[in-house]
C-alpha cells in the first residue's frame, strides 16, 4: 500500500490556511468491528455505531482487507440486486472483476475504482478473477454506499470505470502527503468521479512526522477514516489509528499528522477523506435497497422478483472455487 504513489516535490502544493480560516474540531472518534462480507471476505465495518445524521449522504462502508490470502481463500459476493444508492469499489491493493446486468463491468485492481449507480435497479457481481483465487495474495479496498436524493431514486443505473492514474494528485505544503483526488474538489482541483451528490472522496498517505492540512467545503460534513497506520487528527490533536473513523465538526479546514514512529509493515498513515452536502431525507433500508419509503422498499422487493433489474449475461462471471 499504496498502488498509485508519486513523488510530492513535482506536484502541485495545497495553499496555505488564510487568517480567517477555522479547523474542523472532532466530533466522534469510533472504531469500526469486524465481519465479513458475501462469500466470506473480512471486512471492517467502518461506519458502525456512528449517527446516520452525521454521514449523510453516505450509508455505509466496509474497509475489505487488508488481508494476505493464501491459494484458494479469496472470495467476493455472487450476483445481488441494488436500487436507490451509488456503490463505489476503491482497491488499493489486489484485484477484483465485476460485472452488472447493463453492460458494465470490468477488472478493478491497484488504485482504480468503479463507481456504479444503481439508481432504478441493477443486478451486479464483485469477485476475485480466478487467478487470484489460485495463487491467493493481497487484498485491500473500500466499498462505499452513497445515497441519491429522492428525484435520482430512479434515476438509469450507470457505470465508471476510473483507472488510479486518473485522480488528480496533489502533496500538502511541506510534501510530507500525498493526496489522490478520486471524486469532488481540494483546492481548486478535481477527481474525475461524476457523482449525483455532491460528496468529495480522497485517499492520503501522510509520512511520518508529517501533517496534512487541507480546505474542506463548509457546506458538506466530514469524515476521517484511517486505512493504516497511527495519527492525529484535529486541531486538538486527538488520537487515531487503523480502523477508526472521525466525525468532524464545521469548519474550513481538516488536519491529519502521522506519527514520526510507524510499525515496519505500515511505513506512513493512511487515510480516506470523504465528506458530502447532506441531502436531509427520510431513508428505509433493506438489504441492498436503499430508498424513501416503506412502499418503496416493497416495490422494489416486487420488482426484482418480477425480474425488472436486467438480466443477468449467458457469459456471466461467477464466483471461482479453485479444483481440490
Do not use: C
Not at 50 to 74: A, K
Not at 178 to 207: C, F, Q
Not at 268 to 276: D, K, M, N, P, R
Amino acid at each position: 500500500m499504496p498502488a498509485i504513489t508519486a513523488n510530492t516535490l513535482e506536484l502541485p502544493r495545497i495553499g496555505r490556511p488564510t487568517a480567517t480560516d477555522t479547523e474542523r474540531p472532532v466530533r466522534t472518534i469510533t472504531t469500526g468491528p469486524r465481519g465479513f462480507e458475501g462469500e466470506g471476505f473480512p471486512v471492517v465495518r467502518a461506519f458502525a455505531g456512528v449517527n446516520p445524521r452525521e454521514l449523510d449522504p453516505f450509508i455505509h462502508m466496509d474497509q475489505m482487507g487488508e488481508v494476505e490470502y493464501e491459494p484458494g481463500e479469496p472470495r467476493g459476493t455472487d450476483w445481488h440486486p441494488h436500487r436507490g444508492f451509488e456503490t463505489v469499489t476503491y482497491m488499493i491493493d489486489g484485484r477484483f472483476a465485476h460485472q452488472d446486468s447493463h453492460g458494465g463491468g470490468g477488472l478493478i485492481t491497484d488504485g482504480a475504482t468503479q463507481w456504479m449507480t444503481a439508481g432504478s435497479g441493477i443486478l451486479h457481481i464483485e469477485t476475485p478473477p480466478a487467478e487470484l483465487v489460485d495463487s491467493g495474495g493481497l487484498f485491500h479496498g473500500i466499498q462505499l454506499w452513497v445515497n441519491l436524493p429522492k428525484q435520482d431514486k430512479f434515476a438509469a443505473p450507470r457505470y465508471q470505470a476510473i483507472e488510479g492514474e486518473q485522480a488528480a494528485l496533489l502533496a500538502s505544503d511541506d510534501g510530507g502527503a500525498l493526496v489522490r483526488i478520486i471524486a469532488g474538489d481540494i483546492d481548486g482541483r478535481s477527481g474525475p468521479g461524476a457523482t449525483h451528490t455532491p460528496i468529495t472522496l480522497a485517499h492520503a498517505t501522510i509520512e511520518p512526522g508529517a501533517q496534512l492540512n487541507l480546505p474542506w467545503n463548509r457546506d458538506f460534513n466530514a469524515l476521517v477514516y484511517v486505512l493504516s497506520g497511527r495519527g492525529a487528527v484535529g486541531p486538538v490533536g486527538h488520537p487515531i489509528q487503523q480502523g477508526q473513523l472521525a466525525v468532524l465538526g464545521p469548519g474550513d479546514r481538516i488536519t491529519v499528522s502521522a506519527e514520526a514512529r510507524q510499525d515496519s509493515h505500515r511505513p506512513a498513515l493512511e487515510v480516506l477523506l470523504l465528506g458530502g452536502k447532506p441531502i436531509r431525507e427520510p431513508i428505509f433500508q433493506y438489504g441492498p435497497f436503499v430508498m424513501n419509503t416503506k412502499s418503496q422498499i416493497l416495490e422494489a422487493v416486487e420488482d426484482f422478483q418480477a425480474g425488472k433489474f436486467g438480466a443477468i449475461p449467458p457469459d456471466a462471471l461467477r464466483p471461482h472455487r479453485p479444483s481440490r
